[in-house]
């Protein structure tokens, strides 16, 4: 950081109460904080397999449940590892020999590096989108057709349509669940980690999945494929029933999440976070297209994600903002490191004020100005 950017110090009264924005991990309501605080004693440093923290894995279950309004049949499945574990545990347990992905950004196009290095796996179709820009599924011959509900790195929301009555439709929904509304009946697995949207932190997996997703899981865990225990669905779904994990999860992960799940359906329910998410990020949009260095990078409205915004600058150096705003408090603001965009990425989750927002715009306007 050079000098000029030591120098720039933020106005008290322009900062926002709470300076975390980041894309994942995010923001941890302080609420939630002080309430595992308490239970600690008799929660934390426990065995995952006794009633004290298997009622927890039950209140999430149950309230992710109510907050995606599951139909009858559909259940809750959790395991070790967060998205990158479920990809991989995905290429064992839910595709059955091909698969159809759309891939408009890193963490879209990693799913489907994991599904052209298996063995046992066809080479799967592929259709692409460039960053910004988000493409459709197209119905194949295909049993299973991956999607992505909000691609993190680049800031594009999908529309989520079954292309076809045949096959599985899997959605990594990791920076949408619980912060964008979705339709069960054009999906099958709705997967996800909990340190974004849900507020709590990394190490987790969930799955809200359909009967013919369960079948799938339970007919591959069955048969002659080999698969790794701490990758195989079918493991996870008895332990899941038994509101257990396979191995020993983190329990503040379990809690805070059960936390921001429950702050979320006593608040008005998945529309309500939707809406509050929409607020946030329409101050960034309306922010960015009303500045002459700024511009949102998603051209299309209505691809652009309620919950991370994406925000091109000219003429002035994103990453020196970046480092003036983390200097001051507000933190987690750098662009995704492999898009290389002189680009700010901004979190809207459910958790952050939308004050905060106005504030963070402030600040940004301030540093700007300051930076000439």
Not at 207 to 235: F, K, N, T, Y
Not at 237 to 256: E, M
Not at 345 to 352: D, I, K
């Amino acid at each position: 950081m050079s000098a000029t950017e030591n120098s720039i110090s933020l106005p008290p009264e322009l900062l926002p109460e709470d300076g975390r924005f980041g894309s994942g991990p995010s923001k941890v309501r302080a609420d939630s904080l002080k309430t595992l605080f308490e239970a600690a004693p008799t929660y934390l440093g426990t065995s995952h397999r006794q009633d004290n923290v298997r009622k927890h894995v039950g209140r999430l279950r149950s309230g992710l449940s109510t907050l995606f309004d599951l139909p009858d049949g559909w259940e809750i499945i959790l395991g070790n590892g967060g998205t990158t574990l479920f990809w991989d545990a995905a290429s064992f347990s839910l595709i059955d020999s091909s698969s159809q992905h759309l891939t408009f950004g890193e963490f879209s196009s990693k799913f489907l590096k994991v599904v052209q290095e298996a063995p046992h796996l066809g080479e799967p179709e592929v259709i692409s989108g460039e960053p910004g820009s988000c493409p459709s599924p197209v119905a194949s011959t295909v049993d299973t057709y991956a999607l992505t509900h909000n691609e993190t790195s680049t800031g594009v929301t999908a529309t989520l349509n079954r292309p076809s009555e045949d096959g599985l439709v899997i959605v990594d929904a990791t920076s949408a669940a619980g912060a964008i509304c979705w339709n069960p009946h054009e999906v099958d697995c709705y997967y996800f980690a909990p340190q974004k949207a849900l507020a709590s932190d990394g190490g987790l997996w969930l799955a809200a999945c359909s009967p013919a997703a369960l079948q799938r899981i339970e007919g591959l865990s069955s048969s002659s494929r080999w698969v790794p225990a701490g990758l195989d669905l079918g493991v996870a779904l008895s332990n899941s029933r038994q509101d257990q994990t396979y191995n020993t999860p983190s329990l503040a992960t379990i809690f805070l999440a059960a936390e921001m799940v429950d702050w979320i359906n006593d608040s008005g329910g998945l529309g309500w976070a939707e809406q509050r998410c929409v607020r946030s990020s329409g101050i960034i949009y309306d922010w960015a297209e009303q500045r002459s260095f700024a511009q949102p990078f998603v051209v299309n409205p209505l691809e652009r994600s309620p919950v991370v915004c994406t925000v091109d600058f000219e003429g002035v150096d994103a990453d020196t903002i970046s480092a003036v705003l983390r200097a001051n408090g507000i933190v987690d603001t750098e662009s995704y490191r492999k898009l290389g965009r002189n680009q700010l990425r901004l979190a809207t989750f459910p958790a952050v004020e939308p004050h905060d927002v106005q504030a963070l715009c402030a600040c940004i306007d301030y540093v700007v100005d300051a930076l000439g």
